[in-house]
Structure formats: C-alpha cells, structure tokens
C-alpha cells in the first residue's frame, strides 16, 4: 500500500510546531493513519525520545513504520490511558490527534463510506467492531435515525429523511450505496446535492464509529497523560467535532462554561494557545483540497 496516497497529512509544519517537540520526549499520535505526522515526529526525536502511535484499522497497522523509538498499537485512542499503562506510560509530552477520514477510507470503495462507488454500506474504522450502517439504517427506531441526521449531518430534514428510509425498509432492507441513494436522492436539493449526500454519510459514520464519544474520551484522558506544560493538538474537520474540542480546551469541560472556586477563582487544567484555529493557506488547499476544512487547536496543560 503507498502510504503517500493513503493520507496526506494536513497542516503538518503547524502541527509540529504545536507539538513543540523535544528531541527525548514522549509523544502520542492518536490517529497514525498513514503514518505522515508520525513520522515527521520521529524524525526530530533522539534515541531517548519515543512516540506511540494508536489506530485501529488493520491496514494502517500493516503499513506502520519500522523505528526503534515508535510504537504501534492496534488500539482505539478512547482507551489511552489503558494502553499507555500497558507500556509503562505516565506521563507524555505532546498528544496529536488528526480526526479527518483518511483518503484510504473514501477510496477503498469496498468500505462504504463514500457516495460516489457502490459497495455494502459497511463504514466501520475498525472491522472488528459490530455495528455497520446496515444496521443503523434498517434496525434503528425511526425516531433515532431522525436524531442522527439531524445531530450528527445538522440535515434539516431529518425527519423526513428518517420517515422515508423507514418506509424504504419495510420493503426491503437497505443494504448497499445505491440502495440508499434511490432512496435518499429524491429528498436532496440538485444544486448542493454532493455536500447534502456528504452530510447523510456523515452522520452515519459518526454514529457507526460513535466519533463523538470516542473524542470526549480521548480529551479527558489527555488531561491525565499530559505533564505539565505538555501540549494537546487536535485537528478537527466538522463543526461538531470543533465545537467540543473549543469548550473542553477553554474549560475542561464540554460544556464550555468556566468552573470556579467558593472564592470565584477559575480552575483551568489547559490554556488555549489559539484564540482562533489553526486553517491551511491557500498552496497547501491547492495541493490537498481535503485540507480545506481542517482546522487546528492546540492547548498546553497548566
């Protein structure tokens, strides 16, 4: 597999410049991927320096780098602390996420999470898990899938989306990429019809992969493995994932709001180094469109 083509990693002087990476360091790369960051990182470590790095499709483990000072786990990053303590990890200096889908995934047609090939609507990261958008579209509650679209692919016509399938299904099950076409190309708007498909894939991957639920672990476990003035870079492509990245680093928490003591005093475990996200200029979107909607906050623990 040509790692090359199977993720362009974006943004990745800024990355490394916000990891401020220290040649015997420790470090976590909690998306490897095809290994881009990764290796840019290990690239500026000594021999005492070492990064982990964590993914959980098989693929991107068979493709992963050979190096005395990386690590490979075959892992969901919601269980870092689990697996940094199978390695004897405390503490580390630098956690890097990069939640975009890798070009390996929206182009492996058999995996189902793009629009434009047919394949069995599988869209799982890990092929071990059990939960496929098959299921999700034929075994969900209505009502679920409605909140799905409209949660997870902000659709404002969730509803009639959800009420559509739900009839479709009764027929027959909704087993494939064209199978969900026919029946959700009707309800889509002929001038943003890509962008509007894009939205229902959305929403179905995150809920296949529960996305968000993984992201809130990973935060608040990266306030347990980071020393202090260790530094969390996250990249994110969607205004959900965004959004709680902002809150918890500006709070600690998801909800954005600001904790304080009985004597009014905040109680902040990360300063936000990036008022505003970190967005790739116009050469790097010109070389790798996908990195048009990237966007980067990075916070250091206090």
């Given at each position: ?75 969901n990053f919601g269980f870092l602390t689990n697996f940094l303590r199978y390695y004897g990890v405390e503490k580390v200096d630098g956690l890097l996420a ?79 990429v064209n199978g969900l076409l026919d029946v959700v190309n009707p309800l ?115």
């Amino acid at each position: 597999m040509n790692q090359e083509v199977y993720h362009i990693p974006a943004l990745l002087p800024q990355a490394l410049e916000a990891l401020d990476i220290k040649p015997d360091g420790i470090y976590v790369d909690a998306t490897y991927g095809g290994g881009g960051h990764s290796r840019a990182i290990v690239e500026r470590l000594s021999a005492a320096g070492h990064l982990y790095g964590f993914d959980q499709d098989e693929d991107a483990i068979a493709g992963a780098m050979d190096d005395a000072r990386f690590t490979m786990v075959y892992g969901n990053f919601g269980f870092l602390t689990n697996f940094l303590r199978y390695y004897g990890v405390e503490k580390v200096d630098g956690l890097l996420a990069d939640l975009g889908v890798s070009f390996h995934h929206f182009d492996d047609a058999e995996r189902g999470f793009s629009f434009r090939s047919d394949a069995r609507l599988d869209m799982r990261m890990n092929r071990r898990g059990r939960l496929t958008a098959v299921e999700v579209l034929n075994d969900y509650p209505e009502e679920k899938l409605a909140e799905i679209f409209k949660l997870y692919g902000e659709m404002p016509n969730a509803r009639r989306l959800a009420q559509t399938i739900a009839k479709a299904r009764a027929k027959a099950r909704i087993e494939t990429v064209n199978g969900l076409l026919d029946v959700v190309n009707p309800l889509t708007d002929p001038r943003r019809q890509k962008k509007e498909l894009a939205c229902i894939f959305q929403a179905l991957r995150i809920e296949v992969n529960d996305e968000l639920g993984v992201l809130r672990r990973l935060l608040e476990q990266s306030l347990r493995v980071l020393r202090p003035g260790g530094r969390l870079a996250i990249m994110t492509y969607h205004s959900l994932e965004d959004r709680l990245v902002k809150n918890f680093m500006r709070s600690g928490n998801f909800s954005g709001q600001v904790e304080k003591d009985i004597f009014g005093r905040a109680e902040l475990p990360l300063k936000l180094l990036n008022s505003k996200p970190i967005v790739a200029d116009e050469a790097e979107v010109a070389a790798n469109p996908r990195s048009r909607s990237a966007k980067l906050r990075v916070a250091v623990r206090l």
